[in-house]
């Protein structure tokens, strides 16, 4: 009996080596799965912070291309804008014709305040020649230094991004 129970501990001490073998190579899988899945994370993270930056930039891109659009369409009504405004000036025998090319003007006037375009101020304030465009200067005492005395043309913004320079005259 002894015999047996000296081969059963042989062999129960034959097979602890071998359970760790297997228990061993477990564990290295396991730590070969946990790091491929750690891989596999930071590429999922990556790839979806660059998603997100790639949506906000198209996003931005989107938002530039109807500002400039917008800005171009306006760009090109604006001198229609100003053939009402110097219609108006004109002396009329019709008080009815003069209130339609009003009322018209009015209309347009009313399209443009509902995009965001707003006149430039001019006359009488200081020149600014991110603003302005002056296209002569005179030397007048009655105006202080680079103060707009007339509005050859007026100009425009739209959303506060200068869409035409206002042309003017400045003093001294």
Same mark, same amino acid.
């Given at each position: 009996?002894? !015999?047996?129970?000296?081969?059963? &501990?042989?062999?129960?001490?034959?097979?602890?080596?071998?359970?760790?073998?297997?228990?061993?190579?477990?564990?290295?899988?396991?730590?070969?799965?946990?790091?491929? !899945?750690?891989?596999?994370?930071?590429?999922?993270?990556?790839?979806?912070?660059?998603? #997100?930056?790639?949506?906000?930039? /198209?996003?931005?891109?989107?938002?530039?291309?109807?500002?400039?659009?917008?800005?171009?369409?306006?760009?090109?009504?604006?001198?229609?804008?100003? /053939?009402?405004?110097?219609?108006?000036?004109?002396?009329?025998?019709?008080?009815?014709?003069?209130?339609?090319?009003?009322?018209?003007?009015? /209309?347009?006037?009313?399209?443009?305040?509902? %995009?965001?375009?707003?006149?430039?101020?001019?006359?009488?304030?200081?020149?600014?020649?991110? %603003?302005?465009?002056?296209?002569?200067? +005179?030397?007048?005492?009655?105006?202080?230094?680079?103060?707009? &005395? #007339?509005?050859?043309?007026?100009?425009?913004?739209?959303?506060?991004?200068?869409?035409?320079?206002?042309?003017? +005259?400045?003093?001294?």
């Amino acid at each position: 009996m002894d !015999k047996e129970k000296m081969n059963q &501990t042989e062999e129960q001490q034959n097979e602890v080596p071998a359970e760790k073998t297997e228990l061993e190579t477990l564990r290295e899988e396991l730590e070969t799965l946990q790091k491929a !899945k750690d891989e596999l994370y930071d590429k999922y993270l990556r790839t979806l912070a660059e998603y #997100d930056n790639y949506r906000k930039r /198209s996003q931005r891109e989107k938002d530039a291309i109807y500002g400039d659009a917008t800005g171009e369409a306006v760009k090109k009504l604006l001198p229609v804008l100003d /053939s009402f405004e110097r219609a108006l000036n004109y002396e009329c025998k019709d008080e009815e014709f003069k209130k339609g090319i009003a009322l018209i003007q009015n /209309s347009l006037v009313e399209v443009f305040d509902n %995009l965001g375009v707003k006149e430039i101020p001019a006359m009488d304030a200081q020149f600014d020649p991110n %603003l302005h465009e002056a296209v002569m200067h +005179i030397d007048n005492p009655a105006y202080g230094e680079n103060i707009v &005395t #007339d509005v050859y043309r007026k100009g425009y913004t739209l959303n506060d991004k200068v869409i035409r320079h206002s042309m003017v +005259i400045v003093a001294n």
